[in-house]
């Protein structure tokens, strides 16, 4: 899947304005937001979710690593007027080729199922988080069948995430406080069939 090519329409579509609005309440309702956070976004696509927090945070850095993504979450910020408190730029957290810098927050939608070695993406993200600092990932609960990716050929990602599984990776990397909620569902058709899978929030935080 190419995500460069299908950035300029992707806030065309209601259902990822419905999912990032929910999973920003989610958001909200499990962490305890002071307003000041400085905040990373990773695998951030067009900045749906931190647009929708924007206003509850200090400043946002919207990452991805697709150039067209991170071109079209630019000027969505230019756009809003917002470039004063928000930005847009390349990072792999799987690459130490580039240093975003330290975050209050690191938060994503639907972006770790994407990457294949999640150890390394969450080592990596924990290093950029400050002593308590707060990590916030949505994504998808086990898929066993992978019916959601059936239509991507090229996928090479996570068919979801057993719960259980991911909270322990969390803990072995050095997260505490490690949390799960139910924040939406993506619905699509799936062989002729429309499907409803559960999208989780999962919370951690890293020591002081």
Known sequence: MDFSDRAATWDDDPEKLRNAAQVAEAVRRN??????????????????????????????????????????????????????????????????????????????????????????????????????????????????GGSFHQAHGDFHGHDGFDRHTLGHALQRIGFQDIAFDTATTVDKEVDGARRSYPVFLVTARVPR
């Open 31 to 144: 962490l305890d937001l002071t307003g000041a956070e400085d905040v990373l976004e990773f695998g951030g696509g067009t900045g749906l979710l931190s647009r929708a927090l924007a206003d509850d945070v200090g400043t946002v850095v919207i990452t991805d690593a697709a150039p067209g993504m991170v071109a079209v979450a630019q000027q969505r910020i230019d756009d809003l007027g917002r470039g004063d408190r928000m930005r847009a730029a390349l990072f792999d957290p799987t690459s130490d080729d580039t240093d975003p810098g330290q975050f209050d927050v690191i938060w994503s939608m639907l972006a770790l199922h994407h990457v294949p070695d999640i150890d390394v993406a969450l080592a990596r993200l924990r290093g950029l988080l400050k002593p308590g600092g707060r990590l916030a990932l949505a994504d998808l609960d086990e898929d066993p």
